[in-house]
Structure formats: structure tokens, C-alpha cells
């Protein structure tokens, strides 16, 4: 008997699903927040479920639940015995002490109370809950996030005017952070220059936070500042701390829970302004909350394209769509140059987010008129001097004098060449006619930017790289293997041509990324070296099968020996940054594991760390008659490389 009980497999622990109270009073609960029998019972407050999604109440909340629920008791006990208690007049002689026996006497009645009454009781409780102190406001662990945008899931219990206010740094503290924020030349991160700063800070000074009542554009004007210091904090987590930090030094943790509680503060405050009303600074907010979305670790292409809708819906309500000067609008021509820039960065986002998610674009049949910015700094554009949002606009500079908006509009003249390809790739019916146009309009918009914005060293520069050979790869890839009767000829040729150039041209950027492993922790990076590395392990594979005769002399072919090369070198990146987080070993085990079965990795020294072989058989597919299932393998790498990610 005693070896079968202990042969026993021990059972898990279960979380109830039913709330505290229910499960005490062993009530059906229909798991409602609060329940049906809590709600009943005037017991919100104490309708509590246990699970990691759940915040514990602090104990001085604890507490306070505990003692409502003794005061409704002693109540229920009271009108149940003798009937409604007295009301007793807040107009006393002399001052009460709690530990003393009273006389309560007024106009109506006097009477001295007995030491148990349950007057007594009552006053001895109320004199306990105003002996708790008040707790601080809480916000969920950053391992609790969930996953999405905070200003669609919004996870965070709702915060008053004062609670809110009680998280802003010390204003030494912010002036520094807000200083270097609009430092150009020092911030690492690219960000639009959509705020003008002169009048940003004039709105600072008219918000007196503390005294202010709390109104929807106050609400909002705090959505801004939280979601500049979430986009301070994402800087110094990628970047690391600027050398002109003072001591000490917040560890790399705290400042993941500063972005994180920053983020979910910015969600708070526009709910509580009300995105729908049009207020001032709330398009400005909303992209700088999606440029933190763009940049978490976690693989999130289908909400930021989510919410890159809502950014382009608020945009549009507000007439961001519409040049002023085709319009009576109003606005000072400092005004209207800062809405150019305002709506170039909302159309250049949802150009890029459905890019990265392969979705229609929101902006997709829309009617604009609104023109581009001009290059010039807001130094350029402050007429008077005063920073009163007045004076006369100059002419536009050229591209080739750099400016803060220079990379803002070269990004959008090649965003808006890419959203083409997202059209195509999106239309019922596609002709290969019109494919040439878009790739040639797509080289045309690459190659006509500046050569300072396409060559260097610097990630903003690589940026543009990228984008450009994503979207090749993404206009390319149905062709590449559709149909074999195409093979190496015509159309087929010329796309898998692209493909597999585009494809080396970003296997060289990840070789330029040694020395770098923290921009692995994007999910754009990995998905962007993924989808390179698969292409080229295709065409190998494509070669290997039916030996299409590619020796890479004619223009724009490359041989095998080439794609084997590349291949290798993308092998060893992956397995130096093989630490860097979970996603990035997996991604790296997939692209080795492939490249193994085409003789590219010859089971090279891997050093210390985790192991880069794959735990089960090497991911294939069915390639016969050409028919590569890019749909499992997007499902593959979904479910495998990106199910789960921290809060960048």
C-alpha cells in the first residue's frame, strides 16, 4: 500500500477560478469582476481572484476591505436587533477622546452609552479606518504585461488626478530628462521632430500640475510628458545610459519598469482625456506611444498595425489629412509646418506597420492634400524669435543640408514608395506588369535619397537599407517559386534575383551588426535576418533539386559558392548573439539547423552558452513542383521564435 501511494504522480495546484468571498461562502461565483454575489453584497471592493494576471491588494488595502466588511456586519447586526441607529449630531461640546466614555447630547436626545453598545462599536471602527494610512498606487509587474498596446489593454487599476501626478519624477529630474530629450544631436533614438520645443515648454509652465483641476486637456498634456519619458527610458535600454548620468546608476531592470509603468501611465491618461475629443497634443502622443510599440522585443506586428490604425483614425478626425493653406483654417504658418511633419510621421508609421505585418494600409484610398514638410529646423522657422508659433516660413533647404526633419521626409518618400508594394501584395488580382512599375518606383525612391542618409555606419542610416530590401523581398517572394514552368527564365529569373540580392545585401547589414547583439533583441531585427537567411537557404535548395544552371555571370546573379559564403557568416552571428534572450537562440537554431542540411555550417566550435542544436529534426518543407508554403513557415516562426517576449 505504501509504494502505491507513493507511485502516486502528485497533483498540480489549480487557480480557483471562483473570487475569495464565493469560494468562502461556498456561492456559485460567475467569475465576473466584481461577481454577481459580491456586487449584491456591496462588496466590490473584497470581489478579489487569485491568479498571476491579479495584483494583490497592498495589506493597508487589505486591511481597510477587512474593517468595511466588520462595519456592514455590525450594521446588519444592528437594524436586525433594535432598528436604523440614532443619528447623533456632528455638533459636540468639547473634544472626543476614543478611549473615553462620552455623553452624546444634543437637541433631540442625551445619552450615555454603554460599553456595549453598538454606537461604541461603530465609532471605534470608523476611528480605525482613518488610523490607516492610505496606500501608494500600484501598477501591475512588467513580467504581467500583456501582450499588446497598453492603450488597447489597458491592464493597470484606474488612478485618480493626485495618484497620477504622484509618478512624475522630481521636476530637477524631468527638466534634465526633458533637456535631453530634445537634444537632437545626443538623443540615440529616432524620433519625429513633431513637437516644437519653445512651445512644449510654454504649455509646461501653463500646466501647474499639483494645483490645477484636472481637465481632459490637462489629462492629455500628462499622456505627452509619460509617453516622453517611456521613449527616454526605451533610448537608455537600447543605447545604455548617456556618459552625463548622474550617479547612481539605475539598473538595467528598473529602467524596464520605469518604461513599462510610464507606458501603462500614458494609456491611463488618455483614457482619461478622451482620445476622440481632438485635443491638442493627442495625434503627437499617440505616435510617440506607437514608436514604443515599434521598438518592444516581442514580435507584436499585428496590434502595432492595430494600432497604427487608431493613430491614423484620431489623425484624420483632426483634419491632419488636410494642408491648412487649402483650407480656412487659422493656423500660423509655424502651425502648419508642424502638422506637415505631424501627419508625414502618422502615414509613414501605418506605411511601415502594415509593411511589417503584410496588411492593408489604413491610408489606402484616402483623399490628401496635405504637402510635405519643408527641410528646415524649428530654429529655421521661428520667424520673431519668441516661440509664439508666429513668424514667416522660409523656403525648404535641399535635401543634402541636413536638417532635425531631414530623415522624417526621406523616410517618408521611401515609406510612400513601399506602400505600394503592401497594395499589390494586398490586391485580389496581381499582374506582373505592374510589379516591375512598383520595383522600379521602390529603386527609383531609394536610390534618390541623399548618399548621407544611405551609406555610413550609424542605425539610421542602416535603417533605410533595411526597409528598402524588405520591401523587395516582400514584392519578389510570391514569384520566386511559383510554378516551376518559370524556372530561370523571364519573369521568374528576374524575381528570384531580386529576392536572393536583396536577401545577401541584409546578411551583409547583420554581418556590419557585430559587436551589437542588443539590437537582436528587436523583434524587426530577427524577423528581418529570418526572412533573409530563409530566401537564401531556398534558393539553395531550389538549385540543389533542379540545378537551374546559375553560375552567377550574368548581371545581378549570384553563384552558389556566394550564398553559401553569406550563409556561413549569418551562421556565426547568430551564434555569437546566442545569449542575448530566448527568441534570438531559437531564431539562431533554426537558421543553423537548415543550413547544416545544405552543407553551409560544418558543426563549428559554438563556445560556451547554450547549445544551438535543435532539440527535435530540422524544420523542412515540401518543395516538389516549386510549391514553397511560406504560410507554415510565418506560422512557424509565429509560434516558435515569438510566442512570448518582456516588455520591450
Not at 316 to 332: E, F, K, L, N, R
Not at 396 to 405: A, M, R, Y
Not at 406 to 411: A, E, G, M
Given at each position: 500500500m505504501r509504494s502505491t501511494m507513493q507511485s502516486r504522480p502528485q497533483r498540480r495546484a489549480r487557480v480557483p477560478l471562483s473570487c475569495d468571498p464565493c469560494r468562502s461562502r461556498k456561492l456559485k461565483c460567475n467569475r465576473e469582476k466584481p461577481c454577481q454575489n459580491c456586487a449584491a453584497r456591496s462588496g466590490q471592493a473584497v470581489c478579489w481572484y487569485q491568479g498571476a494576471n491579479n495584483i494583490a491588494p497592498s495589506p493597508g488595502d487589505a486591511m481597510r476591505q477587512r474593517i468595511g466588511r466588520l462595519e456592514r456586519l455590525v450594521k446588519e447586526l444592528v437594524a436586525e436587533r433594535q432598528g436604523p441607529l440614532p443619528e447623533h449630531s456632528e455638533k459636540q461640546h468639547g473634544k472626543q477622546n476614543p478611549d473615553l466614555d462620552t455623553t452624546a447630547i444634543d437637541d433631540a436626545q442625551s445619552s450615555y452609552p454603554r460599553m456595549d453598545d453598538w454606537q461604541t462599536v461603530l465609532e471605534e471602527i470608523t476611528a480605525l479606518k482613518t488610523s490607516i494610512p492610505p496606500s501608494p498606487p500600484t501598477f501591475p509587474d512588467a513580467s504581467h504585461s500583456v501582450d499588446g498596446p497598453s492603450l488597447l489593454f489597458l491592464n493597470a487599476p484606474p488612478l485618480d488626478h493626485a495618484s497620477i501626478l504622484s509618478f512624475l519624477p522630481p521636476k530637477a529630474e524631468l527638466d534634465r530628462l526633458l533637456s535631453y530629450f530634445f537634444n537632437r544631436p545626443t538623443f540615440r533614438l529616432s524620433i519625429p521632430p513633431i513637437l516644437h520645443p519653445p512651445t512644449f515648454y510654454s504649455n509646461l509652465q501653463s500646466h501647474p500640475f499639483p494645483t490645477c483641476t484636472p481637465t481632459p486637456e490637462s489629462f492629455i498634456f500628462l499622456a505627452l510628458l509619460f509617453s516622453i519619458l517611456a521613449t527616454i527610458m526605451l533610448e537608455h535600454h537600447q543605447h545604455g545610459l548617456p556618459p552625463s548620468n548622474p550617479h547612481p546608476?539605475?539598473?538595467?531592470?528598473?529602467?524596464?519598469?520605469?518604461?513599462?509603468?510610464?507606458?501603462l501611465l500614458t494609456a491611463q491618461c488618455l483614457h482619461l482625456g478622451d482620445i476622440s475629443k481632438g485635443l491638442r497634443y493627442t495625434v503627437?502622443?499617440?505616435?510617440?506611444?506607437?514608436?514604443?510599440?515599434?521598438?518592444?522585443?516581442?514580435?507584436?506586428?499585428?496590434?502595432?498595425?492595430?494600432?497604427?490604425?487608431?493613430?491614423?483614425?484620431?489623425?484624420?478626425?483632426?483634419?491632419?489629412?488636410?494642408?491648412?493653406?487649402?483650407?480656412?483654417?487659422?493656423?500660423?504658418?509655424?502651425?502648419?509646418?508642424?502638422?506637415?511633419?505631424?501627419?508625414l510621421s502618422v502615414v509613414s508609421m501605418d506605411d511601415v506597420a502594415s509593411l511589417w505585418a503584410g496588411l492593408p494600409r489604413t491610408t489606402a484610398g484616402l483623399e490628401v492634400s496635405m504637402r510635405e514638410p519643408r527641410?528646415?529646423?524649428?530654429?529655421?522657422?521661428?520667424?520673431?524669435?519668441?516661440?509664439?508659433?508666429?513668424?514667416?516660413?522660409?523656403?525648404?533647404?535641399?535635401?543634402?543640408?541636413?536638417?532635425?526633419?531631414?530623415?522624417?521626409?526621406?523616410?517618408?518618400?521611401?515609406?510612400?514608395?513601399?506602400?505600394?508594394?503592401?497594395?499589390?501584395?494586398n490586391a485580389p488580382r496581381r499582374v506582373y506588369g505592374e510589379l516591375v512599375e512598383v520595383d522600379r518606383g521602390i529603386r527609383d525612391a531609394y536610390e534618390g535619397l541623399p548618399e548621407s542618409m544611405r551609406s555610413g555606419n550609424d542605425i539610421v542610416r542602416m535603417s533605410f537599407s533595411a526597409m528598402y530590401h524588405k520591401g523587395v523581398i516582400v514584392l519578389h517572394r510570391p514569384f520566386m517559386t511559383k510554378g516551376r514552368e518559370m524556372g530561370c527564365r523571364g519573369e521568374g529569373r528576374f524575381s528570384r534575383n531580386r529576392c536572393v540580392s536583396s536577401s545577401l545585401a541584409l546578411l551583409e547589414l547583420q554581418r556590419g551588426l557585430k559587436g551589437m547583439p542588443r539590437l537582436y533583441e528587436m523583434a524587426q531585427m530577427r524577423q528581418l535576418m529570418l526572412l533573409a537567411g530563409m530566401v537564401v537557404i531556398m534558393e539553395l535548395e531550389l538549385r540543389r533539386k533542379f540545378g537551374d544552371g546559375i553560375d552567377g555571370t550574368r548581371e545581378g546573379e549570384s553563384n552558389s559558392e556566394d550564398l553559401i559564403g553569406a550563409l556561413s557568416v549569418s551562421c556565426e552571428c547568430w551564434q555569437e548573439v546566442k545569449a542575448v534572450s530566448d527568441e534570438v537562440l531559437t531564431a539562431g537554431r533554426v537558421i543553423i539547423g537548415m543550413a547544416k542540411e545544405l552543407g553551409a555550417w560544418n558543426n563549428k566550435d559554438e563556445g560556451s552558452g547554450p547549445s544551438l542544436e535543435l532539440d527535435g529534426p530540422t524544420p523542412s518543407f515540401d518543395m516538389d513542383g516549386m510549391k514553397f508554403d511560406w504560410d507554415t513557415w510565418d506560422t512557424f516562426i509565429d509560434e516558435t521564435v515569438f510566442e512570448s517576449g518582456p516588455t520591450y
Open positions: 546608476h539605475p539598473s538595467p531592470s528598473e529602467i524596464e519598469s520605469l518604461f513599462h509603468r510610464y507606458r503627437e502622443t499617440l505616435r510617440l506611444n506607437a514608436t514604443a510599440e515599434l521598438n518592444r522585443k516581442d514580435d507584436n506586428r499585428r496590434v502595432l498595425w492595430i494600432t497604427s490604425g487608431v493613430l491614423v483614425r484620431v489623425a484624420v478626425g483632426m483634419g491632419y489629412h488636410i494642408d491648412p493653406d487649402d483650407c480656412a483654417s487659422g493656423v500660423t504658418p509655424l502651425e502648419a509646418e508642424y502638422r506637415r511633419r505631424v501627419w527641410n528646415l529646423g524649428w530654429q529655421d522657422l521661428e520667424g520673431d524669435g519668441g516661440g509664439n508659433m508666429g513668424g514667416k516660413v522660409l523656403e525648404g533647404k535641399g535635401l543634402e543640408e541636413e536638417t532635425e526633419v531631414t530623415y522624417l521626409i526621406c523616410k517618408g518618400r521611401l515609406a510612400q514608395a513601399l506602400a505600394r508594394v503592401i497594395d499589390f501584395v
